[in-house]
C-alpha cells in the first residue's frame, strides 16, 4: 500500500516493514528495495560488529541514494516541501535499525514480555509514526508548535 496523499510514491509504514522483513516483493517500488537492503545492512552489523565502518558507509550511500530519488520522484510543491526538507532515506533507515533490533531481542529474549522487547517495539513505533507524519505533512505542523486535530 502507498500512501496517496502528498507523497504517492512513498510506501507508508505498513508496507516499509513488510519490506524491513524481507516479506514484500522489492522490485514493486526502488524505495521499498532500498528499506529492504538497509534492514539487511543492520542485521549484518549485528552480526559482524568488526565490519561497522563499511557497513556504515554502504547505509550512508543508500541514504543519499533515497534521498536523491525522492527530490527526483516526488513533485516539489508546497504541499510535499516538508518531505523535501526531511531526510527521507535518514528516517527510513532509523526505521530499519529500530525493526531489526526489535525483531533480535523478540527472537533472543527468554520471555516477549521482557521491558526491552516492549520497548525496542515502542520505539520502532514512535519511528513509524514520525514516517507516517512526515507523509501527511503532520512533521510541519509540529515544527509550528501545534499537533494537527
Do not use: K
Amino acid at each position: 500500500m502507498f500512501v496517496h496523499t502528498t507523497a504517492r510514491n512513498l510506501p507508508d509504514q505498513r508496507t516499509l516493514v513488510a519490506a524491513f522483513g524481507g516479506q514484500l516483493g522489492t522490485a514493486e517500488n526502488p524505495v521499498t528495495g532500498w528499506a529492504h537492503a538497509l534492514a539487511e545492512l543492520h542485521r549484518q552489523r549485528q552480526l559482524d560488529p568488526l565490519a561497522a565502518a563499511g557497513i556504515d558507509c554502504r547505509r550512508a550511500e543508500l541514504v543519499a541514494t533515497l534521498d536523491n530519488w525522492v527530490v527526483e520522484h516526488v513533485p516539489h510543491r508546497q504541499a510535499t516541501a516538508h518531505i523535501h526538507a526531511q531526510s527521507v532515506g535518514a528516517t527510513i533507515d532509523r526505521m530499519a535499525a529500530a525493526h531489526v533490533h526489535a525483531s533480535h531481542l523478540l527472537y533472543t529474549a527468554e520471555q516477549v514480555s521482557d521491558a526491552r522487547v516492549h520497548a525496542a517495539w515502542y520505539r520502532l513505533a514512535l519511528i513509524a509514526d514520525e514516517w507516517t507524519d512526515l507523509l501527511l505533512g503532520a512533521a510541519r505542523e509540529r515544527v509550528r508548535g501545534r499537533r494537527p486535530a
